[in-house]
């Protein structure tokens, strides 16, 4: 859950039911969670927000209290992680089932994409730089 806390202090994480919503319609979401105890209300909310995107969901073993504790609030239901690497970081870091190694397959994709436009860009900027076309 540490990496929840990264996210939460690189501001690249949205916390709660409208923020996550927000970030989910917004494409920014990479992956939401949501913690074992939080209602069936909560979850299906969480799967509508992702459905027909590649966002993933998961349900993580962490009560919202303890998801709460890592963020620093009192609980904590829902939040979205707004970076592939962060996301996929955190996934890699849980304990390994079928669930979360769709997701990681899911994310180590996205995040090779992620990587190869940003050095494509490097690239393209180092170009003008010089004047080749």
């Known amino acids: 859950m540490n990496y929840l806390s990264l996210a939460r202090k690189a501001g690249?994480?949205?916390l709660g039911?409208?923020?996550?919503?927000?970030?989910a319609r917004a494409g920014k979401a990479y992956l939401i969670v949501v913690a074992r105890d939080a209602s069936d209300h909560t979850w299906r909310r969480a799967k509508s927000f992702a459905a027909g995107t590649e966002?993933?969901?998961l349900r993580l073993?962490?009560?919202?209290?303890?998801?709460?504790?890592?963020i620093g609030r009192q609980n904590l239901a829902?939040?979205?992680?707004?970076?592939?690497?962060?996301?996929?970081?955190?996934?890699k870091a849980m304990e390994p089932t079928e669930d979360t190694a769709q997701v990681q397959s899911v994310l180590e994709a996205?995040?090779?994409r992620l990587a190869k436009r940003a050095q494509?860009?490097?690239?393209?900027?180092r170009n003008v730089r010089k004047g080749k076309k």
């Open 12 to 14: 690249k994480a949205e």
């Open 17 to 23: 039911e409208e923020p996550v919503g927000a970030a």
């Open 55 to 57: 966002q993933q969901v």
């Open 61 to 70: 073993r962490e009560s919202k209290d303890e998801l709460g504790q890592c």
């Open 78 to 91: 829902i939040a979205a992680i707004t970076d592939a690497a962060l996301a996929l970081a955190l996934v």
């Open 110 to 112: 996205k995040a090779a």
């Open 120 to 125: 494509e860009a490097k690239a393209h900027q």
